[in-house]
Every structure is written in structure tokens, then in C-alpha cells.
């Protein structure tokens, strides 16, 4: 299985741009990159995802390098409530089920 | 409706004791999935049902029990844990197909004493 290499812990400042690295250097050409958040205790949240072109939504953006070794998620004007652990994950065939394949997260703290 | 319910919120149990847990969802999906977290972690694949039918188990111990009884519903039945089986207890579901997104549920923060 693909597996993802993140920064522990990051800051960004409120109102500003917060760009979360992500390597993936094994992924396999038909494995997703997907990104999903966790605010402390809750349950994670799905944010976006992607296979080889970049990705926008209303909450992200998402980078995908040409190789497809790495990525980055942006959240184009970071706030207070966008605290969370942040995952990097591959999803990945097993049998005829898709498992998620989590990295260890990315703790963002958005100080004022 | 778009949301995955978990019951309880809070659940205290001691080693001797039965319990479950439940997981509700409306969103007509079809993948249903349970996870373990640990405290400054990554969510735990335990199992996985697709289609009412456990296709995944994740070589989890037999005092953890999974039955999914229609497609709305997946529970998990706790019999003779250890204090090490404390954690938060998610679920998701997914729509199934080639779709990989899984939604999540609040979770069931479990303390065993």
C-alpha cells in the first residue's frame, strides 16, 4: 500500500493562506489522493480529492505534482475554525473494497 | 439527509460487560465501515460491509462483533474489552461503486474500566 509522509505540526496566520505538503512517492497510478480534517474529537471531515489534475472546491484547493509523488492543500484564507489535524491519505484497492490509507496528520493551528 | 449518526456519544463500561454501538445512516450508501481511534492517531480500519455482507475484517479480535441488519444500519457489539480498547469508535459509510469518499460520523468516545 501507498503510504504518506506529512509535517507533524504547522501555523498559519488567520486570513492567510495555508499550504499542507503531502509526499506520496509509492502511489500507484489508479490510487486517489484524498485529503479529510479533524477538529478535536470529531469525526473526520472529508474535504477533497484527486487523481493526476488539481482539484478546486469551495473549501480547497488541491495541488498534484506531474509525477504524482506529492501534493499540497490549500486553504486559500485560513480562519480560527480551520484548527484541526489535517490527512493525507491514499485510498487504495482491497479485493473489490476501497480502503483508506491514513498518513499520521498535520496539526495546523490558525493564531490570530 | 447527508449525515451519519452514532449511538451512544459517551459509553463506560466495565470488562464483564455487553454493549453496543450503533451507526445510522439515510444516504442510501452501501459501504458501511468502522474504525478505532487512539488518542493523537489515525483512524483504525476494523471492518467493512458492502452490500450488507462483511467483506473486510482487519484481523480485529473476537470481542469486537460487527452486524449491519439492513442497509441504514451497522452495529458493533462489545463483549469482555480491556481498558486498552478505550478510544473513539468511528463510523462511515460510502456510496459504494468506485466511489472512494467515506463520510463520517461524530464517533462513540469508549472508556473501559
Known amino acids: 500500500d501507498a503510504k504518506t509522509t506529512q509535517p507533524p505540526s504547522m501555523d498559519c496566520a488567520e486570513g492567510r493562506a495555508a499550504n499542507l505538503p503531502c509526499n506520496h512517492s509509492?502511489?500507484?497510478?489508479?490510487?486517489?489522493v484524498y485529503w479529510y480534517r479533524q477538529i478535536h474529537s470529531q469525526g473526520p471531515q472529508y474535504i477533497i480529492h484527486?487523481?493526476?489534475?488539481?482539484e478546486t472546491n469551495e473549501m480547497a484547493s488541491l495541488i498534484i505534482t506531474e509525477d504524482r509523488k506529492s501534493s499540497t492543500l490549500i486553504l486559500p484564507h485560513a480562519t480560527l475554525r480551520d484548527t484541526a489535524v489535517y490527512y493525507c491519505?491514499?485510498?487504495?484497492?482491497?479485493?473489490?473494497?476501497?480502503?483508506?490509507?491514513w498518513g499520521l496528520g498535520t496539526s495546523l493551528a490558525v493564531n490570530p | 439527509d447527508t449525515e451519519v449518526t452514532q449511538t451512544p456519544k459517551h459509553l463506560v463500561m466495565g470488562m464483564t460487560n455487553k454493549k453496543s454501538l450503533k451507526c445510522e445512516q439515510h444516504m442510501g450508501h452501501r459501504a458501511m465501515y468502522w474504525y478505532k481511534q487512539k488518542a493523537k492517531k489515525p483512524p483504525e480500519l476494523m471492518f467493512v460491509?458492502?452490500?450488507?455482507?462483511?467483506?473486510i475484517n482487519e484481523s480485529v479480535p473476537s470481542r469486537f462483533s460487527p452486524e449491519c441488519p439492513n442497509s441504514s444500519l451497522l452495529n458493533l457489539h462489545l463483549h469482555a474489552l480491556q481498558p486498552e480498547d478505550s478510544a473513539l469508535y468511528l463510523c462511515?459509510?460510502?456510496?459504494?461503486?468506485?466511489?472512494?469518499?467515506?463520510?463520517f460520523g461524530p464517533g462513540t468516545r469508549l472508556t473501559v474500566l
Open positions: 462511515a459509510t460510502r456510496l459504494a461503486g468506485g466511489v472512494d469518499t467515506q463520510y
Open positions: 491519505i491514499v485510498s487504495s484497492y482491497a479485493g473489490n473494497n476501497r480502503k483508506l490509507i
Open positions: 460491509y458492502s452490500y450488507e455482507k462483511l467483506s
Open positions: 484527486g487523481l493526476k489534475n488539481n
Open positions: 509509492t502511489i500507484s497510478g489508479n490510487e486517489y
